[in-house]
C-alpha cells in the first residue's frame, strides 16, 4: 500500500512536519535542560558569554569518544576566548554519567563541561539536530556557535561518519571574534595573524573611502587585505 502525501510518494522522502531549523543571525532558542553539570536555563547559563552548543549522536560510541575528549582536552583555549561548551545527544543522564566516569578510565580525560540527557528531543528538534536522512533516531554533529546576545553566528553540520576537526572550529571562533572586533571579514583558510579583507564598499562614496587606505594590499577597488 502507498502511504504518505503525494509529494512524499513522488519524491520518496517524508515531508518536512518538524520545527523549522534555526539559521545564522536567528535568536538562538532557549530551553531549560537536565545535564551532567545539574538542571540549567540555557541563556542564564550562558551567563553574557559565547556558546559552542555541539551535539553528538551517541554515547559509548568511538568517534564520539574522541571528539568529545579532545574538545575536553582543549577547553581552556575556548575559555581563554570567552566561550562556553555544552554537549548534547538522546541519551539519558544515566548514560551520561556512566560515558563520562567511563571516558575518565579509559582515556584519562575528565569533560569540563555539561552533557545535555535530551530524551525527549526537546533540544535536538528546536536545533534541527536530527536530519532524518541521516539518521532519524539520533542527532548528527552539530555545532551552533552563540553569540553572548544570544545570536547564532555560524552553523556547522557533520555526518554520523566524520569527526570533527577542534582546530577547525578554534578557527571559525577566531575569525568570528576577529570580523566582528575589526569591522572586517576574512578570507579563504584565514588563521589569526593572518591578513584580514576590508568589506568591500556599497556605495560610491565607499569605493573613494577606499582609494584614500594606506598601509593596505589593494589587488582592486573591492578586494584589499590589511593586517591588523
Ligand atoms: C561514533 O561516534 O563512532 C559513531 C556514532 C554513530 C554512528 C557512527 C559512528
Given at each position: 500500500m502507498c502511504t504518505g502525501s503525494p509529494s512524499e510518494q513522488a519524491t520518496g522522502?517524508?515531508?518536512?512536519?518538524a520545527t523549522p531549523m534555526p539559521r545564522?543571525?536567528?535568536?538562538?532558542?532557549d530551553f531549560k535542560?537536565?545535564?551532567?553539570?545539574?538542571e540549567l536555563q540555557f541563556r542564564d547559563w550562558q551567563a553574557g558569554k559565547w556558546a559552542l552548543l555541539f551535539s553528538h549522536p551517541a554515547d559509548f560510541t568511538p568517534v564520539c569518544s574522541t571528539e568529545l575528549t579532545e574538545?575536553?582536552?582543549?577547553?581552556?583555549?575556548?575559555e581563554a576566548r570567552n566561550f562556553k561548551l555544552i554537549g548534547v545527544s538522546i541519551d539519558s543522564i544515566h548514560s551520561h554519567l556512566a560515558w563520562v566516569e567511563n571516558l575518565?578510565?579509559?582515556?584519562?580525560?575528565r569533560l569540563p563541561y555539561p552533557l545535555i540527557a535530551d530524551t525527549d528531543k526537546k533540544v535536538s528538534q528546536q536545533?534541527?539536530?536530527?536530519?532524518?536522512g541521516e539518521s532519524s533516531t539520533v542527532t548528527v554533529r552539530a555545532l551552533f556557535f552563540i553569540d553572548p546576545k544570544g545570536t547564532i553566528r555560524a552553523i556547522i553540520y557533520y555526518p554520523l561518519n566524520v569527526g570533527r576537526n577542534v582546530d577547525e572550529i578554534l578557527r571559525v571562533v577566531d575569525a568570528l571574534q576577529t570580523a566582528e572586533a575589526n569591522g572586517v571579514a576574512c578570507p579563504v583558510n584565514w588563521k589569526k595573524g593572518d591578513k584580514v579583507i576590508v568589506p568591500p564598499p556599497k556605495t560610491e562614496?565607499?569605493?573613494?573611502a577606499r582609494k584614500a587606505l594606506t598601509n593596505v594590499e589593494r589587488l582592486d577597488f573591492y578586494l584589499i587585505k590589511k593586517s591588523l
Amino acid at each position: 500500500m502507498c502511504t504518505g502525501s503525494p509529494s512524499e510518494q513522488a519524491t520518496g522522502q517524508a515531508a518536512n512536519t518538524a520545527t523549522p531549523m534555526p539559521r545564522i543571525g536567528d535568536s538562538a532558542p532557549d530551553f531549560k535542560a537536565v545535564t551532567t553539570h545539574g538542571e540549567l536555563q540555557f541563556r542564564d547559563w550562558q551567563a553574557g558569554k559565547w556558546a559552542l552548543l555541539f551535539s553528538h549522536p551517541a554515547d559509548f560510541t568511538p568517534v564520539c569518544s574522541t571528539e568529545l575528549t579532545e574538545l575536553a582536552r582543549r577547553n581552556a583555549e575556548f575559555e581563554a576566548r570567552n566561550f562556553k561548551l555544552i554537549g548534547v545527544s538522546i541519551d539519558s543522564i544515566h548514560s551520561h554519567l556512566a560515558w563520562v566516569e567511563n571516558l575518565d578510565q579509559i582515556l584519562k580525560v575528565r569533560l569540563p563541561y555539561p552533557l545535555i540527557a535530551d530524551t525527549d528531543k526537546k533540544v535536538s528538534q528546536q536545533f534541527g539536530m536530527i536530519h532524518p536522512g541521516e539518521s532519524s533516531t539520533v542527532t548528527v554533529r552539530a555545532l551552533f556557535f552563540i553569540d553572548p546576545k544570544g545570536t547564532i553566528r555560524a552553523i556547522i553540520y557533520y555526518p554520523l561518519n566524520v569527526g570533527r576537526n577542534v582546530d577547525e572550529i578554534l578557527r571559525v571562533v577566531d575569525a568570528l571574534q576577529t570580523a566582528e572586533a575589526n569591522g572586517v571579514a576574512c578570507p579563504v583558510n584565514w588563521k589569526k595573524g593572518d591578513k584580514v579583507i576590508v568589506p568591500p564598499p556599497k556605495t560610491e562614496k565607499e569605493v573613494a573611502a577606499r582609494k584614500a587606505l594606506t598601509n593596505v594590499e589593494r589587488l582592486d577597488f573591492y578586494l584589499i587585505k590589511k593586517s591588523l
